[in-house]
């Protein structure tokens, strides 16, 4: 008996009285074969959510099982690839039914043309167990491609394929399991997008994921393996943050998740990361890339997807022994995805409108970050880095407050901040990181011994600024004693002078930490000298004119990232000047 | 001929249900004709088996259960399209008002369009002169952009929309042919005859498609309004090649219209009311802006917002700021002050012009320029505050200074008259002669090599 459409609502569909349907399970809708998902079972009635748009669909039109659940294809070819939220690459749609979207474009993921390079790497007789690696490609100048047995198959290689040129699809290796039975493997395999992908065990949290932007570096580092979550209003600069993150951070690979959000920003990632170039090893940024366009017109239900699409991908490749960052951008518009869903389904709503199960969703995605160790005993991380966008720039809405729950690393963009075009506009006060113990042995043996505790003094002086702005608000800062005069001097220094960043200066666009160690020297020594003068009862203008606090402002350009012998001069000449100052 | 059914089995604000239908398609377009042969056009929102839901455009007055017969369209809503539709007056569901007759159609077109696939589209990047500093210099507007107003009720908006549309040179250079779709949704008749007598007088408007949907229209009509305006706008970009520049006002009236019809489908409401898939409606909207690869066209958007209550963090402006690239936001009490555009510089902002201004677009200096501007102007709110405080003599002499420039800068670089249409140039120097008020100690978002070239403050003198 075959099944038919029976309600339409929007992209959500019911068939009626049938028990073929598993949940979960991807099926096609309709006569255009629209790709949808089962969401609930009951007596009466299925119901499916659809990824496209419903228009011109009829009742009576069939359905058809597929009998698995919604899959990732996982093989060569996605890296420097554009995705939708389901897996679909957009250049092939494009070519498909042109600039516009169609319906019912059902194309493979990953092209099934191409040949690959393959080195196989096991021979006869070994024998192999899930997620252990049977071959190797080059998938792009950057990344080595390595092919791993599925999870839940392990067996004894009966026979292996020449090196050579080999599609997707080619058998290049066969393993007999226990039962006898022979499976072949081919140069990909699928896994369904909601499931963790399975690991030997986690590892604890030991190593930053460096960004080059002081203001996380130095202030409220991230960890490989670790979640941050970037809340702020509109034009704040989420969006500019997971740019630069995605452009310089040290992860082996990107996966970038535009979820819902503009398509001229997913235009702009495309233009930009293919002329820049990996400052590491000089090769194109898209070559360790793969994006998630599902932009903000594209259907809702494959916007829910698109973040699961997304971190099974990076599961895929942290299973290979690489340290994968996530940039989803942004998690609000997925959590309003589910909202409508829900709404559709008359499900009962918690806060907002939002359904009850948003925080257990939320935390769901977020645990699958982690340090780990893969079952074919490399070391990998997902790091997931999640942009959100609070309605009203109010942080007390739902999806933020849930997302704190589950996050360790807050970077709290600010209003104020970003109108005085103050960028990154992560706000020092409100903003943490939970990761600071974590990594203090890795700062200690890879940078200096003394880095945290100059950024704990920095991070007091920023603290201290904020209390004494309360009263210069209040009485104007003329009224105030030499002293906080100058905690309020340095403090303006590390705000313009570490804490801002260029985006758009060559050398300001990415800082080593060992200059930005070098930085907080300065400014700090520049502090304590300023201090010991003020304390002999020297008025602070004195040390003013010098010019020194707009001198060590403006370092951050003056010194370029390989020359950081220049600081010295800097220490030099602060100490000059001050003993001269009368 | 096809099936027509008498009679409906019921009958729910702009919503009426029918049983028994087969063969109907979701989103399929509904005759529904009444006993004196008037007739109302509908559409399928939802179906159950054999019963379907249609939603009445006209509104269901006059509606009983058994005067109306229904007939079924078979394909959905679909704009008529071809180029002489420039020059023409329609009504907020595409039907010409302006008794020319109907449209010969080239093609029709589905009025929700489809997505524009992401990597079709190509980055915009040439800017736009419109003629005022405050938003040449600051918030760039590109070809391409979907740039709003965000506005309250009183002020000048539509004043500052016109001089947009007057003064703006969308095709320069390009030799290519312009045109203006104008969707008013929920506006008064005033407002839409004010617009209406601009084009006229500045000679465009026959290069003008404007789509009517009057405060007193029926609301299910205004959903429909910016669908069709889009949808003449994509065809008259993509396929005609042109460069059209929408205007949609007022964005909060349609998304009113889109909460009424929401809670007549008993559908279960977001914040304040307001579907929750409001997000995902006016984007659907608003992402129909854009560039194409391979087509000489783009559409630009100007929507129009009023905020209620003057309330930034309202669910519409609040939404529309996520969608959009950047946003133009007018502030009452400049307005107050006589100041015209009153325009809000700190929160105001466009996400394009970093790529599309500086060597080689506008001006070397200008992103520096705007930036420096930015900054200074947000420490003259700094300034202000502190002197509502401690009063202004007790100020520090920079204070004074970023006092002194503040007033400035709002006289004479946002303030500008409705015919004062300023060169990119122009308005660069203004902003050096205001910076060049400032000590330069002060500038520190200025290249030395700029500051020595334009930095003169024996300029600003004169400007006192």
Not at chain 1, 67 to 88: H, K, Y
Not at chain 1, 96 to 113: P, Q, R, T, W, Y
Not at chain 1, 318 to 327: F, K, L, P, Q, T
Not at chain 2, 18 to 37: I, K, R, Y
Request: glycine content about 8%.
């Amino acid at each position: 008996m075959s099944n038919t459409v029976y309600s339409i609502n929007g992209p959500v569909v019911t068939v009626k009285e049938t028990k073929d349907f598993s949940m979960m399970e991807m099926v096609y809708v309709g006569n255009k074969r629209l790709i949808g998902e089962v969401i609930s079972i009951t007596d009466a009635f299925t119901t499916i959510q659809v990824y496209e748009v419903t228009t011109g669909l009829q009742p009576g039109e069939p359905v058809y099982s597929t009998g698995s659940p919604m899959c990732a294809t996982l093989g060569p070819g996605i890296l420097s690839n554009i995705f939708d939220g389901i897996e679909r690459p957009l250049k092939q749609l494009e070519q498909m039914s042109g600039a516009f979207i169609g319906k019912g474009c059902n194309v493979d993921a990953l092209d099934d043309e191409k040949l690959w390079d393959v080195k196989i790497t096991v021979k006869k007789g070994d024998a192999l167990s899930g997620g252990q690696i049977y071959g190797t490609t080059q998938e792009t100048p950057l990344i080595e491609h390595r092919f791993l047995v599925p999870p839940s198959l392990s067996g004894e290689v009966v026979d292996t394929a020449e090196n050579g040129k080999y599609k997707l699809s080619d058998c290049i290796v066969k393993l007999k399991d226990k039962k006898g039975a022979i499976h072949e493997l081919t140069l990909c395999q699928k896994w369904p997008i909601r499931i963790p992908r399975p690991v030997d065990n986690r590892l604890p949290i030991a190593m930053p994921l460096i960004t080059g932007q002081r203001v996380i570096d130095t202030l409220f580092p991230i960890a490989k393996g670790g979640t941050a979550a970037v809340p702020g209003g509109f034009g704040t600069g989420k969006t500019m943050t997971q740019h630069q993150l995605a452009k310089w951070c040290d992860a082996d690979l990107i996966v970038y998740i535009g979820c819902g959000e503009r398509g001229n920003e997913m235009t702009q990632v495309l233009e930009e990361f293919s002329e820049l170039i990996d400052p590491k090893s000089g090769k194109a940024l898209t070559d360790r890339t793969v994006l998630i366009a599902n932009t903000s017109n594209m259907p809702v239900a494959a916007r829910e997807a698109s973040i699961y699409t997304g971190i099974t991908l990076a599961e895929y490749y942290r299973d290979m022994g690489y340290h994968v960052a996530i940039m989803a951008d942004s998690t609000s518009r997925w959590a309003e995805a589910l909202r409508e869903i829900s709404g559709r389904l008359e499900e009962m709503p918690a806060e907002e409108g939002f359904p009850a199960y948003l925080p257990s969703r939320l935390s769901e995605f977020y645990e699958r970050a982690g340090f780990m160790e893969t079952l074919s005993g490399n070391d990998g991380s997902v790091s997931i880095i999640g942009a959100v966008s609070p309605q009203g720039s109010d942080f007390s809405e739902p999806v933020t407050q849930n997302t704190k729950r589950f996050v360790r690393c807050f970077w709290a963009l600010d209003k104020s901040l970003a109108y005085a075009r103050h960028y990154p506009a992560i706000n020092w006060t409100s903003s943490y990181s939970e990761y600071i113990d974590d990594l203090s042995k890795w700062y200690k043996e890879n940078i200096d011994p003394t880095f945290l505790r100059k950024r704990q003094e920095l991070s007091s002086i920023l603290q201290e600024e904020s209390k004494l702005m309360e009263i210069v608000k209040l009485i104007g800062s003329d009224v105030l004693p030499d002293d906080q005069k100058l905690v309020i001097e340095t403090a303006r220094v590390i705000r313009v002078g570490f804490l801002q960043q260029n985006a758009y200066h060559k050398d300001d666009t990415y800082v080593p930490l060992q200059k930005q160690l070098k930085m907080m020297e300065v400014i700090l020594h520049l502090y304590n000298r300023s201090k010991e003068i003020v304390a002999t009862g020297l008025p602070l203008s004195s040390i003013l004119q010098t010019g020194l606090f707009e001198k060590v402002s403006k370092m951050k350009y003056d010194i370029p990232n390989d020359q950081p012998e220049l600081f010295d001069e800097y220490m030099a000449d602060i100490d000059k000047q001050l003993s001269e100052v009368h | 001929m096809s099936l027509q059914f008498v009679g409906l089995k019921e009958i729910n604000g702009p919503l009426v249900v029918l049983d028994h239908v087969p063969q109907v398609s979701f989103e399929e377009m509904v005759e529904l004709t009444l006993e004196d042969g008037s007739s109302r056009m509908g559409r399928v929102v939802q179906i159950q088996g054999d019963r379907a839901i249609i939603q009445v455009f006209e509104g269901t007055r006059g509606l009983s259960l058994k005067n109306t017969r229904t007939r079924f369209l078979a394909h959905p809503m679909e704009m008529p399209l071809a180029k002489e539709i420039l020059g023409r007056v329609f009504n907020g569901s595409g039907r010409p008002i302006d008794g020319l007759g109907e449209v010969y159609p080239e093609k029709f077109a589905d009025i929700n369009g489809k997505p524009i696939n992401p990597v079709a589209r190509s980055y915009p990047r040439n800017y736009i002169n419109t003629g005022i500093s405050s938003i040449d210099c600051l918030m760039t507007l590109i070809r391409g952009q979907k740039l709003p107003i965000f506005s309250g009720s009183g002020m000048q908006h539509n004043k500052l929309a016109v001089q947009i549309v007057r003064q703006a040179q969308i095709a320069k250079d390009s030799g290519q042919e312009f045109g203006i779709v104008f969707a008013a949704m929920g506006v008064n008749n005033d407002v839409a005859d004010y617009f209406r007598a601009s084009f006229q007088e500045s000679g465009v408007m026959k290069n003008v498609t404007m789509f009517l949907n009057l405060s007193n229209d029926p609301i299910i009509e205004r959903i429909l309004t910016p669908r069709c305006a889009l949808t003449v706008a994509e065809y008259l970009a993509f396929e005609q090649n042109m460069h059209i520049l929408v205007i949609l006002t007022d964005m909060t009236s349609y998304s009113e219209a889109l909460r009424e019809f929401s809670s007549s489908k008993g559908e279960i409401p977001g914040r304040k009311g307001y579907p929750g898939y409001l997000y995902s409606d006016l984007a659907s909207l608003y992402e129909r802006a854009g560039v194409i690869e391979g087509s000489q066209g783009s559409v630009t958007q100007i929507p129009i917002l009023t905020m209620p209550n003057d309330d930034i963090t309202h669910p519409v402006p609040d939404l529309t700021g996520y969608i959009t690239e950047g946003q133009i936001v007018l502030d009452r009490s400049l307005d107050q002050m006589g100041v015209y555009p009153p325009v809000s510089v700190l929160p105001s902002l466009s996400r394009l012009m970093k790529d599309g201004i500086g060597e080689g677009y506008t001006r070397a200096d200008h992103p520096a320029v705007s930036n420096q501007l930015f900054a200074a102007y947000a420490k003259v709110q700094d300034a202000r505050s502190l002197a509502s405080v401690i009063g202004e003599d007790e100020l520090s002499p920079l204070d004074k200074k970023y006092m002194e420039f503040g007033k400035m800068f709002e006289k004479h670089f946002v303030g500008q008259s409705f015919d004062d249409n300023r060169t990119i140039d122009q308005t660069l120097d203004l902003g050096w002669t205001l910076l060049s008020m400032l000590p330069v100690e002060a500038l520190d978002r200025l290249d030395q090599a700029d500051i020595d070239k334009y930095y003169d403050p024996a300029k600003a003198e004169n400007l006192k």
